[in-house]
C-alpha cells in the first residue's frame, strides 16, 4: 500500500534550558479515503515511545527516557480518525522523554517505523469494531530534520526516567534496600519486593506475580535451545541472537535476585489499557489497571507482565510492537528486533 500519512514537526529556534522543549506535531492524510490511525508509538498519546530521533551537536543520539509500557490490545479511544487531505496534531513536550534540557544544538526527525492504520467504514456509521475486522496496514512515517538551540539557564529539566530512578534510589536508601543483598548463586529465588499502595489482596497479587514472573524467567533460560519455541519469537537461530536472548534472560534472574524491587500500585502515571510501565534502570514498577484483571499466568498475565516490566529495567528491551500477532511477525520479518523486544520475551517465557 502506498504511503498515504505524512509527518511533519514544528519547533522554536531556541529554548532556555529552564523551560520546556515543546514541539508541535503534524500527521496529513495525503490519501483519498478516510483512515482510523493508531496513536501509539507516535505524539499523538505523547511522547510515551521512542517515536522520535534527537541528535545533540550532530554526534550523538539522545536516548529515550520515559516510561516503558506493557500495553493489552488497543482499543476504540487508541485510534484518531484522520479524514482524507486533512490533517490532525498535537503539541508534546520533548524534555519529558528526552535529555534535551543540555545546552547544545540538536536536531528532532520521527521515528515512526511501523503505523497502524485501518480504512474508515464509507459512511463513518460502522463504528470501531467495524474497522477492527479489518486487517491493519502498516507504514513508516519521516519527517524532515527539525532543528533548535537549547541556552543555558537557572536549571535543566530531567527526564521522567531519571526523576523516577531518583525517587527509587531515595526510597531504596531509607528501606534499607540499596545495596545488593548477597551473591546471585547463592539465592533460591528473588528478593521479597516492597509494594505500596492497593488493597492487601492487591498486594498479595503483586507479591505473588513476583514470584511467578521471575519463576518463568528461570524456567526459560535453562530450557533456551535452538526449537520451534526459539523460532517462533526470535525468528531464525543464530548464535549472536541466541547469546542475546541468554544474556537478557540472565540480567532479568540476577536482578531479580539481588536487588529489592518496589511495585507501585497506586496507578499513578497509568492510562487506559496498560498493564504496566517502568523506565530503564529503574527498581519501580507500576502496575495499571489492565494487571489487575488479568490471569495469573499465561497470555498477556501477571507473571507475564513481570517479564516484560523486568526486561526493560534489568536489560534495557525495547517496545518495537505489541500483542503475539505483531511479535510473531517482528521473529519472522525481522529477528534482529525481535530480540530487543519486550513482548517477544513474555511470550518466550509462556507469560
Not at 460502522?126 to 496496514?137: D, E, I, N, T, Y
Request: net charge positive.
Amino acid at each position: 500500500m502506498a504511503k498515504v500519512l505524512k509527518g511533519e514537526l514544528v519547533a522554536l529556534k531556541v529554548y532556555d534550558s529552564a523551560e520546556p522543549v515543546k514541539l508541535r506535531f503534524e500527521l496529513t492524510n495525503e490519501g483519498d479515503k478516510d483512515l482510523y490511525v493508531l496513536k501509539w508509538y507516535t505524539p499523538l498519546e505523547g511522547l510515551n515511545s521512542d517515536c522520535l530521533k534527537v541528535v545533540r551537536n550532530d554526534k550523538g543520539k539522545v536516548k529515550y527516557d520515559g516510561p516503558m509500557i506493557k500495553r493489552g490490545n488497543p482499543g476504540p479511544d487508541d485510534y484518531i480518525l484522520v479524514p482524507a487531505g486533512k490533517s490532525v496534531s498535537a503539541d508534546v513536550n520533548v524534555s519529558e522523554s528526552y535529555a534535551v534540557s543540555k545546552p547544545a544544538d540538536y536536531q528532532v526527525e520521527l521515528n515512526i517505523q511501523a503505523l497502524e492504520h485501518l480504512p474508515a467504514p464509507a459512511d463513518n456509521k460502522g463504528g470501531f469494531l467495524a474497522l477492527a475486522k479489518s486487517s491493519p496496514q502498516l507504514q513508516s512515517v519521516i519527517s524532515g530534520k527539525t532543528k533548535f538551540t537549547v541556552k543555558s539557564g537557572a536549571a535543566q529539566i530531567p527526564t521522567r526516567g531519571e526523576a523516577a530512578r531518583k525517587v527509587s534510589k531515595t526510597l531504596a536508601k531509607s528501606t534499607g534496600t540499596e545495596v545488593s543483598q548477597g551473591a546471585v548463586g547463592l539465592a533460591a529465588g528473588p528478593l521479597p519486593p516492597t509494594t505500596t499502595g492497593g488493597t492487601a489482596a492487591q498486594r498479595a497479587s503483586a507479591q505473588q506475580a513476583h514470584i511467578d514472573g521471575f519463576h518463568l524467567c528461570e524456567t526459560a533460560l535453562s530450557g533456551l535451545a535452538n526449537n520451534p519455541q526459539y523460532k517462533e519469537w526470535f525468528g531464525a537461530y543464530t548464535v549472536a541472537r541466541s547469546n542475546k536472548v541468554k544474556t537478557v534472560l540472565t540480567k532479568i534472574r540476577d536482578r531479580m535476585k539481588t536487588v529489592a524491587f518496589t511495585y507501585d500500585l497506586s496507578g499513578a502515571g497509568c492510562k487506559s489499557g496498560w498493564f504496566a510501565y517502568t523506565h530503564k534502570g529503574d527498581t519501580t514498577i507500576w502496575f495499571c489497571g489492565a494487571f489487575w484483571s488479568a490471569p495469573a499466568t499465561g497470555t498477556d498475565s501477571k507473571a507475564g507482565t513481570v517479564v516484560h516490566e523486568h526486561s526493560h529495567s534489568d536489560a534495557n528491551t525495547d517496545d518495537v510492537t505489541y500483542g503475539q500477532p505483531n511479535a510473531r511477525a517482528l521473529a519472522t520479518n525481522n529477528p534482529d528486533r525481535a530480540v530487543q523486544n519486550a513482548d517477544n520475551y513474555e511470550f518466550f517465557a509462556g507469560g
